[in-house]
């Protein structure tokens, strides 16, 4: 099989031949159709996350159909239609794990990093992973949604907002196209907040109500003089940035961050004291998870908006993806 590896870390992407591999009793095997690429796998390929073993396949944006199970599966059947992201699996004997709270598994597994992940033509997974994909859903649509898709409807879903109240989405880009898209089919009254007049067609296009260009007005005010955010979706990756919204949630209002940055979030006593505001972090979410998030998109029509490139151009994706050019996500498909 064709498959693309990290050779060491800081070392470019390399096309290599690999023998299609077996799965464990209670994994799966996947004929990949498509795999999205996540700034995320970044940390895979400069080695930045701790206890990496090369080389190393990347890839957490799978979307195929199952080839061959282990012995230990009865819940899956090949030929299934199924997705794996970010979420690998889970111990199911750690602290977290007896609670019910799987994502925050202390031992979880991380596809792409814990074990090999989606840029190549077959890959092999826990079975308790695997999401299913409705047949009316493209592979190239199901792969982005498995993280980028899963972070940002569950994000929202666990904002405690409610139809009909305020909800904005900071910055229009990989996260946050989906964000404006989920925030208006779950009914909030939504705003995409973005720098510049550029993006504001395509916001409203999305489904957003409204629009703030944070370059030419201070969108925290603006916010208030919306009646105050009962949730704010930050996808942008700049703690300053965050930082700058929290003075336009309402009342019970919360910052719910899913934009990756080391930059801290300067927040006072005071700004969260009054109106009884909280930040809270959100991680993606496990294999049902991602199943809703499919289910979801599925029936209300809400989809990436995806570059594609064969496998063998897995360098000029990651690349691609990497400049910030992209509109929004880059997918790789594997043909055949």
């Keep these: 099989m064709r498959t693309i590896q990290i ?29 999205g690429v996540c700034h995320s796998d970044s940390l895979a390929l400069e080695g ?42 889970h111990c199911g004997v750690c602290i977290a794990c007896r609670r019910g709270d799987l994502i925050n598994c202390h031992t979880a597994k991380i596809t792409g990093f814990t074990h090999d992940g989606g840029y190549s033509e077959y890959v092999v997974s826990p079975a308790q992973a695997l999401a299913a994909i409705p047949d009316d859903l493209s592979f190239e649509d199901a792969g982005p949604l498995m993280c980028a898709g899963v972070t940002t409807f569950n994000a929202l879903r666990h904002s405690h907002a409610m139809p009909g109240d305020l909800v904005a989405i900071e910055a229009i880009g990989g996260l946050g196209h989906l964000g404006v898209q989920f925030a208006n089919k779950f009914g909030y009254r939504t705003v995409a907040i973005a720098r510049g007049a550029d993006a504001k067609d395509l916001a409203l296009k999305l489904g957003a109500h409204a629009y703030i260009d944070s370059d030419s007005t201070n969108p925290a005010e603006e916010l208030q003089r919306m009646g105050g955010a009962k949730a704010i979706l930050s996808t942008v990756p700049s703690g300053k940035a965050m930082s700058g919204m929290i003075d336009g949630l309402g009342d019970n209002g919360k910052l719910m961050v899913i934009g990756a940055s080391a930059e801290p979030i300067e927040v006072s006593p005071i700004q969260l004291i009054k109106s009884m505001r909280s930040i809270q972090g959100w991680a993606a979410g496990v294999a049902a998870d991602s199943e809703d998030t499919l289910s979801f998109s599925a029936l209300t029509g809400v989809r990436p908006m995806i570059e594609k490139f064969p496998l063998e151009q897995a360098q000029q994706a990651y690349d691609r993806m990497m400049s910030g050019k992209a509109r929004f996500r880059v997918v790789l498909t594997m043909g055949g």
């Design 7 to 35: 050779a060491a870390p800081g070392k470019p992407l390399q096309l290599v031949d690999r023998e299609i591999p077996t799965p464990k009793p209670d994994w799966v095997r996947i004929r990949v159709h498509a795999c």
């Design 48 to 89: 930045q996350w701790p206890g990496l073993r090369y080389p190393l396949v990347p890839g957490h944006e799978i979307a195929g159909v199952i080839d061959e199970i282990g012995s230990a599966v009865t819940t899956w059947k090949k030929g299934q239609r199924v997705g794996v992201g970010w979420y690998g699996g």
